[in-house]
């Protein structure tokens, strides 16, 4: 924790901009907000604000330049690598309270939203026009479109949908120096630099979005979902290469590994999955009525001829929630393993998917770990989820370790260590696995563009630097305040 | 000594040749060479004039500054297409065609390159340096994965990477996409492939107005959309204007919506080489071509203001987006007004000279000129040529 000089006065000017209703100060107050979806990376804020409109923040933004104090913008918290921590003492603006739908044009097929809109209301509001908004996180009952701007999100549709980047059109950005700026077209083509494109994923560190304008997509006209029951989660992944090969494109292929099966038969999101399978695999195709069913027939012989057990197809929309509740329950279920949960995040190119499986297992028993797999198969996405206790330091250190060995595995057989998490304060220092030291700059070249003094987010995924902030700490580097 | 003295020096005799109304050319043939040949240009504080095949030379303002044409054809490193993964990795100076023709041949037919550039000399470096929007495929921002740039210092820099969902760093493929090579020269790309279609086929579909075409080229397997003007429409042979539909993927698919379009439409089968014509109109040097995007619910008005005005009109209804062939200026300037966005592509000097081309937004100049000024702090690449004269 670094210093509280100059705290009182500073939080008087946040109350005189917004109110005092909307600035929260206390210490139990703030302890709801030390963390993100990341547990075991925590850092206390010094105030959080809930502004309401884009003045608001301005104001906000810049009350906290004025007192040389950094901000954070945070939607729902359900980050998971550390991005929407307050370091430095920092100050988060909790973009909740902005959660109003502006507008849909359904002739059109967007929408401009506030940032604090949950991900799931936004489709259910348009659901009357017979669209949605493609990209599903799977905490999409609780995230933020803010918060998936910020970190690219991604979710099991993507196979077929793409990431929350090719859903944003326009945005309105507050710049780290609290000028506002509209960036795109409700059109999506951009005349000048595609800021937009660069501000999509780049993790609250460019400025804060108050304003999102999304693309909406048709409703498709039939969807079937399989369940294809595996002896081993190699197989399941063969038959994933086998479907993508063949020249289909599913809306989703998603695996759930045996670990993750029991642990999700135990609870209360049981699925009836046979807790002996291996793997199962959820395939889901969506399009037109005259074609989805002769794809569905397909992947069904696909998913049999690479040693599916039994390919199971949802009779009716229950049976389908049914499939699916195994995969999105599946973190929700992990709470009756232990305490806390590590979801590791890496991307490797698809077809080396059975072999980089394996070995993440055996990095994860060779540690003493609950390892168990449930991933965006379809995208070469991993989520290696570790079960532990963070109170236990032996094993936090154990759960590190393998963390750092599974990134380092993906690296090397062509990967990257996120795929929609994002790298935040969790993979700052791995960022050199994948980039060099010139790759890195180039990015912080647009970082410095758009926040000279980097006070907006500053400590978050660029590697850190101890030696330079020791030797001097007033210096606004990237490596502002160790995560300690 | 010289820049060119300089570069001949470091790259060899071959690599340097003269260019008319400049004093020279450099062509450099692998990313070492281009970082050679920019870090030599840094250091002598010479500018150049970034290019490919020189499809877009009409593009942006023009560039009196620079005296050195930098020559991106020779950019052809490795190739290597993943048939399994479905991406490919791909040099700057290569072909479109030709790339498109070896995707297909190295995966059986399964995969295809998501590109359809203006001309057959279109090179992948000049397709993402200008983002130009496709008839097929889309803006290429949803297909390149990662990128391999020189910056203007001579950095050999990457962004992305091979695998298709990556949030690890900036998405600064972004950024460089579109940015006429003002902030970094394209060396390579990793590219997203996409399944061929099992079938396609091509329809003319009569629309006295756009606004009629947005339906017909929303359909599921409507792949190709372009809704012609009546002048336009001649040159394909046909009577009025109308929409040239290519419907492509799935066999069931293709053939329903096809029927949809004879029995809802009124559409007929059409010769696919039409295709080809069009692709060509969003090219070359017409004398005068504005790029407006403009809401599908826009069009009609949008088009009909610019068709008054005298301009030939050619649309992707589905897309938001249309061209207004003209070399007049009233036209360019209805144009600016027309829609969400415009970019004149092509119009003469005088024009190019005197007016701003790009419709972005001018609160945004401050930021832009930001970045151009870290990527590119000497003003070495295309200097002038984009939004704003930066």
Not at chain 1, 316 to 332: L, P, V, Y
Request: hydrophobic share 40%; with cysteine.
């Amino acid at each position: 924790m670094g210093p509280r000089s100059n705290s009182s006065s500073l939080e008087a000017c946040l109350r005189d901009v917004v109110g005092a209703d909307q600035v929260l100060t206390r210490l139990e107050e703030l302890f709801v907000y030390e963390a993100d979806g990341l547990t075991h990376h925590s850092a206390r804020p010094r105030a959080v604000v809930l502004p309401s409109t884009t003045e608001e923040v301005v104001r906000v933004v810049k009350a906290c330049r004025k007192h040389e104090v950094p901000f954070v913008p945070r939607g729902a918290g359900t980050g998971l690598s550390g991005g929407a921590l307050a370091l430095a003492d920092g100050v988060i603006i909790e973009c909740a309270r902005m959660n109003r739908i502006l507008r849909v044009e359904p002739g059109d097929r967007f929408a401009v939203v506030q940032p604090g809109v949950v991900n799931a209301d936004l489709s259910k509001a348009v659901l009357q026009h017979g669209l949605f908004y493609a990209p599903d996180p799977s905490s999409q009952q609780a995230c933020t479109l803010g918060g998936n701007v910020a970190e690219n999100s991604g979710g099991p549709h993507t196979l077929k949908y793409g990431t929350t980047t090719n859903h944003v059109l326009a945005l309105e950005l507050v710049l780290p120096d609290g000028n506002v700026v509209r960036l795109g077209s409700p059109t999506g083509w951009p005349a000048g630099y595609d800021l937009v494109g660069a501000v999509v994923g780049s993790e609250g560190t460019l400025g804060i979005v108050t304003e999102v304008t999304v693309r909406l997509a048709p409703i498709p006209e039939r969807t079937e979902t399989l369940l294809g029951i595996f002896p081993d989660v190699v197989s399941a992944c063969r038959a994933v290469g086998a479907i993508i090969r063949s020249g289909l494109v599913p809306a989703a292929m998603e695996i759930v590994d045996r670990r993750t099966i029991e642990a999700v038969e135990a609870s209360v999101y049981a699925a009836g999955l046979p807790t002996d399978a291996g793997a199962v695999l959820i395939m889901e195709l969506d399009g037109p009525d005259v074609a989805v069913g002769v794809q569905a027939e397909r992947t069904q012989a696909l998913a049999l001829a690479e040693g599916a057990n039994e390919v199971q197809v949802a009779r009716d929309e229950e049976e389908r929630q049914r499939f699916w509740r195994a995969r999105k329950g599946a973190f929700g279920a992990m709470g009756r393993l232990a305490p806390d949960l590590y979801v590791n995040d890496a991307v490797v190119p698809r077809r080396k998917l059975p072999e980089i499986l394996e070995a993440v297992c055996a990095i994860g028993d060779r540690h003493g770990l609950r390892l168990s797999n449930v991933f965006h198969a379809g995208d070469g996405n991993l989520h290696p989820n570790i079960s532990f206790d963070r109170r236990d330091a032996d094993e936090l250190a154990r759960v590190q370790k393998a963390g750092a060995e599974i990134l380092r595995l993906c690296v090397e057989a062509g990967g990257v260590i996120s795929g929609e998490h994002g790298i935040g304060t969790e993979k700052r220092d791995y960022m050199g696995l994948v980039f060099s030291d010139d790759d890195l700059d180039a990015m912080k070249k647009l970082r410095a563009a758009f926040d000279p003094t980097l006070t907006c987010n500053p400590g978050k995924l660029f590697p850190t630097t101890r030696f330079c902030f020791e030797a001097n700490p007033k210096a606004r580097g990237y490596d502002q305040v160790p995560l300690e | 000594m010289s820049v060119l003295a300089a570069l001949r020096r470091e790259l060899g005799e071959d690599r340097v040749g003269s260019s008319p109304g400049l004093d020279g050319r450099v062509f450099p043939r692998s990313g070492e060479e281009l970082a050679t040949a920019l870090r030599l240009l840094a250091a002598g504080e010479a500018s150049a004039i970034v290019r490919g095949s020189g499809s877009w030379d009409a593009l942006g303002h023009p560039m009196p500054r620079a005296r050195i044409l930098l020559e991106t054809t020779g950019l052809l490193g490795e190739v290597e297409v993943d048939a399994e993964d479905g991406v490919a990795h791909l040099p700057a100076g290569a072909l479109v065609f030709s790339l498109s023709e070896h995707v297909r041949k190295e995966t059986g037919g399964a995969w295809e390159l998501p590109f359809d550039p203006v001309s057959p000399s279109s090179t992948l470096g000049g397709c993402l340096a200008t983002a130009s929007p496709g008839f097929c495929f889309g803006h290429p921002r949803d297909v390149v994965l990662g990128l391999e740039i020189v910056l203007a210092t001579g950095e050999r820099v990457r962004c992305g990477g091979r695998v298709v969902k990556n949030v690890t760093g900036y998405d600064l493929a972004k950024l460089y996409l579109g940015s006429l090579g003002t902030l970094g020269v394209i060396e390579a790309a990793w590219i997203r492939l996409l399944p061929a279609p099992e079938k396609t086929g091509c329809w003319w579909v009569p629309a006295a107005d756009p606004s009629l075409a947005v339906e017909p080229a929303r359909l599921p397997s409507a792949r190709a959309a372009a809704w012609l003007s009546a002048g336009l429409a001649r040159e394909l042979s046909k009577p009025g204007p109308g929409m040239l539909l290519e419907l492509a993927g799935d066999a069931a698919a293709v053939a329903a919506d096809a029927e949809h379009l004879v029995c809802q439409n009124g559409a007929t089968a059409s010769d696919p080489t039409g295709l080809g014509v069009v692709r060509g109109m969003r090219g070359g040097d017409p004398g005068g071509r504005v790029r407006v995007s403009a809401r599908p619910s826009q069009l009609a008005e949008s088009v009909a203001g610019l068709s008054r005005a005298g301009a030939e009109i050619l649309a992707h209804p589905a897309r938001g987006l249309f061209w207004a062939f003209s070399a007049d200026e009233a036209v360019f300037a209805a144009a600016e007004r027309a829609g969400e966005g415009f970019l004149v592509e092509a119009a003469p000097l005088a024009i190019r000279e005197s007016r701003e081309l790009f419709g972005e937004n001018p609160e945004l100049r401050p930021l832009q000129a930001a970045i151009k000024a870290q990527y590119d702090p000497a003003g070495i690449l295309n200097p002038g040529r984009f939004a704003g004269r930066i």
